[in-house]
T-cell receptor, first 113, second 111 residues
């Protein structure tokens, strides 16, 4: 069955370190998204991509970057981790033809000490 | 930009009672509307969606929602709550391939 996976599921890092969170989907979806989930804020969009080599900034993109070198993967990089980036991160994907539904990964819980 | 408001960050109901979770949106055009459910330590799972067809939408696990354009609302209901319904529920609006989420409502079911 097609799926969307994230790794690692849990990560603890230190302030100032570079961290990369992986997202891999086997739906063959063109659209991929990264969100962060924080209490009282719901889900907020960080970055998104509508296809290979396409990336766009979302609502809370400062301190994050993404690259899309193939259809299946959209890694999220924190260039210099900050305590404010402690959060749960969700990756999602959607199909161009059925762009009205997003499918979510299980999430990565990141703690920045 | 779109905005989604979920009234009540926490809702408690007794097992077997009606579940009503409220969602209002702002949109100048007919939107796509969604309800997602999140169980502890899991990702979001689609419950149901409205895409300009019937205004009453039926989803999984006995949930349904009604689109009311005049009230810009898309409230989620279930006639009889079950213990397994305890979770976080998110309302979302989609426009141009982007989603805008509400802040979520945590549903507690009291036995």
């Amino acid at each position: 069955d097609a799926e969307i996976t994230q790794s690692p599921r849990h990560k603890i890092t230190e302030t100032g370190r570079q961290v990369t969170l992986a997202c891999h989907q086997t739906w063959n979806h063109n659209n991929m998204f990264w969100y962060r989930q924080d209490l009282g804020h719901g889900l907020r969009l960080i970055h998104y991509s509508y296809g290979v080599h396409d990336t766009n900034k979302g609502e809370v993109s400062d301190g994050y970057s993404v690259s899309r070198s193939n259809t299946e993967d959209l890694p999220l990089t924190l260039e210099s981790a900050a305590s404010s980036q402690t959060s749960v991160y969700f990756c999602a994907s959607s199909d161009v033809e059925r762009a009205d539904t997003q499918y979510f990964g299980p999430g990565t819980r990141l703690t920045v000490l | 930009a779109q905005s989604v408001t979920q009234l009540g960050s926490h809702v408690s109901v007794s097992e077997g009672a009606l579940v009503l979770l409220r969602c209002n949106y702002s949109s100048s055009v007919p939107p796509y509307l969604f309800w997602y459910v999140q169980y502890p330590n899991q990702g979001l799972q689609l419950l149901l969606k409205y895409t300009s067809a019937a205004t009453l939408v039926k989803g999984i696990n006995g949930f349904e929602a009604e689109f009311k354009k005049s009230e810009t609302s898309f409230h989620l209901t279930k006639p009889s709550a079950h213990m397994s319904d305890a979770a976080e529920y998110f309302c979302a609006v989609s426009e141009w391939n982007q989603f805008y989420f509400g802040t979520g409502t945590s549903l507690t079911v009291i036995p």
